[in-house]
């Protein structure tokens, strides 16, 4: 079984940059795709991007494309999500997930760590 820790969050100036980690244990680490999902105040959770087991194929929400990159280390068991140009809209507790295959929906994902707080002030 995985279980994630996600750190690196915390608060940042708009147009600043931020990257967050998702450190997993368990050997199977390799074998699962990466997600990332956000989740503001009063809001669903939203997915962010998501990164295929191998790394060689990566997905995002239109919302972060070209400001966000999604990458992995399986070596170090870490996947990571470089944010660069954040905007107050980026304002959420940010959560890595693992699943089997790459999807967008949450639903789809067996195993969430606990969240980072991520805050965008003007």
């Known amino acids: 079984q995985v279980q994630l820790v996600e750190s690196g969050g915390g608060l940042v100036q708009a147009g600043g940059s931020l990257r967050l980690s998702c450190a997993a244990s368990?050997?199977?680490?390799?074998?699962?795709?990466m997600g990332w999902f956000r989740q503001a105040p009063g809001k669903d959770r939203e997915f962010v991007g998501a990164?295929?087991?191998?790394?060689?194929?990566?997905f995002y929400a239109n919302s972060v494309k070209g400001r966000f990159t999604i990458s992995r280390d399986n070596a170090e068991n870490t996947v990571y999500l470089e944010m660069n140009s954040l905007k107050p809209e980026d304002t959420a507790v940010y959560y890595c997930?693992?699943?089997?295959?790459?999807?967008?929906?949450?639903?789809?994902?067996?195993?969430w760590g606990q969240g980072s707080q991520v805050t965008v002030s003007l």
């Open positions: 990164i295929s087991w191998s790394g060689g194929s990566t």
């Open positions: 368990g050997p199977t680490f390799s074998r699962h795709a």
């Open positions: 997930a693992a699943g089997t295959i790459v999807r967008a929906t949450a639903d789809e994902y067996d195993y």
